[in-house]
């Protein structure tokens, strides 16, 4: 089955700089790798995903890319603020009925 | 985009009762739910694979017996934790498709429910 590794586990960077999270999968029949902000006690909320077939998707500070030859699809958030401050987990899929298989996540402090 | 509500969103219990959590999909169908379990500062650890209309599919090392899941229409999955015990005591999150989208697309989640075991 598919395997999603997360790094790095914790990342601190100071308002304003960028911040980088990666992520390599296992299956590479997997086509579709959202990244979820989950605040403390709520639930996992979708900020972007990209699909196999394109390499880049930027929405504002966000921008998501994938590498499909290496397994590899990371997450880029510029000009970075205080209420970026949560956990970020990347996750794979490859089919409709089979369920979304996580990182480990990501604690991101944004200092100020 | 699609609800997904789910409740109660917080219970406490007494060792050996019995919890129902309900998840539902307020806006449209969902022939499949999946439901996770998350331990304070982890990942969400899918526990099982909830189908409407026939048995649950269960992650290795989940107990079925323990867990009942239950998917009695497409818009609604129940998970019962059974004869809970101190280590149950987590956040449970449910989460479903809109599969009438057609290609895979956004898992939408439930708001999460969390269990304490006394």
């Known amino acids: 089955g598919e395997n999603v590794e997360q790094h790095p586990s914790t990342l601190s960077v100071q308002e304003g700089d960028s911040a980088v999270i990666k992520c390599t999968y296992s299956?590479?029949?997997?086509?579709?790798f959202p990244w979820y902000k989950q605040e403390l006690g709520k639930r996992p909320q979708l900020i972007i995903d990209?699909?196999?077939?394109?390499g880049e998707k930027k929405d504002q500070r966000i921008a998501v890319t994938l590498n499909k030859t290496a397994k590899h699809f990371s997450l880029h958030i510029t000009e970075t603020q205080p209420e970026d401050s949560a956990v970020y987990f990347c996750a794979a899929v490859n089919s409709g009925n089979t369920p979304l298989v996580f990182g480990k996540g990501t604690r991101l402090s944004v200092i100020a | 985009g699609a609800v997904v509500s789910q409740h109660p969103s917080r219970v406490i219990c007494k060792s050996g009762t019995s919890v129902k959590i309900e998840c539902r999909s307020l806006?449209?169908?969902?022939?499949?739910m999946f439901w996770y379990r998350q331990f304070p500062k982890q990942s969400l650890m899918l526990m099982a694979t909830?189908?409407?209309?026939?048995?649950?599919?269960?992650e290795q090392g989940v107990e079925k017996d323990k867990f009942l899941i239950n998917h009695a229409s497409l818009t609604l999955s129940t998970l019962t934790v059974t004869s809970a015990h101190p280590e149950d005591s987590s956040f449970y999150i449910c989460s479903a498709r809109d599969l009438w989208g057609g290609s895979v697309s956004e898992q939408f989640f439930g708001p999460g429910t969390r269990l304490t075991v006394l």
């Open positions: 909830s189908n409407e209309g026939s048995k649950a599919t269960y």
């Open positions: 990209i699909r196999s077939n394109v």
């Open positions: 806006d449209f169908q969902a022939t499949t």
């Open positions: 299956d590479s029949a997997s086509n579709y």
